[in-house]
């Protein structure tokens, strides 16, 4: 096919994003370094308070990472070797490495074939007298159905552990009709910095979020070296720092954030409409109750044509992913540790048909018009 592109399609640019807030971004850094308070200092503070802000009033404790941030949420929960945690087969493995690492047992539990993420009734069924947490995980930006998963856990007094690394920006709905940032639902949320994360730092990064004082404060002691005050230690910790050169890039780009939600549901709404009438492939299903995030805009190719499809894609020069090919159950570090308590055909099923479309706050329709063409040209050069 022609090509007539301004520029290479990426799955994320990241250096288009930058280049647009160039100036604030070059004037931040520098002026951190200008202060040469290297770790923490008032751009930490000062990102905690931002980020407060726009999750509606949570505390923030940031950290070095996401995944760091799901290990300090169990460790400041309490959660003890052989207590067993349900988690998605169908996730980034971070979700569950934690567990192994605490001696946690993984439960792992199915997915929704249409939103790729958990259901409450898939999570009441695993539930046994040794569950101790649940961790939902906000897969590719769309919220779990959080406020039947908040009942569950007060009626089996169960820990709730929200995966929003890939959810900020995102926000889910009660049946009251007030809307809840993704990540603050739960007794702790915990987030991502990544680089291509919706809200992305220049390097790693991460925070946990919580509604509760004493467990904002025990999550803070643990991310330091469980110190209550300098050289006491209260508890076992960790030291997991959100850098004060990220913190500052972060509080530049926070004040971004809307705008680029706002890119990623239009993309998003760009691709339905571009894509919707494609009967071999089922754009993404939206939950009623939710504001999607769009960290990937995934969709389902039909009759096992999704590795074909991705190779056409890479012969058009459009890179495409798959998030993600293996069920973690299936992984060999999860062998000996992984309970799955309950048949994972959606999750298979998925692992073979899911494919993540190039989708970021910088991609322009035609773009968007020149993917539609070539997965369009993919159906009907088998036809002929
Ligand atoms: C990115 C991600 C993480 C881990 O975040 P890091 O900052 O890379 O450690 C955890 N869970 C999910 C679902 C993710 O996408």
Redesign the pocket.
Known sequence: MERDLDTNIQMVDLNGQYLNIKESIDDAVLDAIGKSQFIGGDDVARFSENFSNYLGGSFVIPCA????A?QIAMMALDFRPGDEVIVPAF??V??AEVLGLLGLVPVMIDVDLDTFIATPELIRNAISPKTKGIVP?H?FGQSVDMEPIMELSRDYGIHVIE?A??SIGGFYQFTDKKWKASGTIGHIGCT?F?PS?NLGCYG?G?ALITNDTELAKKIKMIANHGQSEKYVHKFIGVNSRLDTIQAAILNVKLDQLSNYQNARISAANNYDHLLGEISEIQIPIRSQNVKHAFHQYTIKVNGGKRDELKQWLHECGIPSMIYYPIPLYNQEAFKSIAVVSQSLTNTEILTKSVLSLPMHTELKIGQQQYIADCIKSNFLKNIN
């Not at 990472?65 to 760091?68: E, I, L, S």
């Open positions: 990472n996401g995944t760091d799901l996730t980034y971070a979700t995980v897969l995966d690394a890939q991502s990544f994360k790693d991460g």
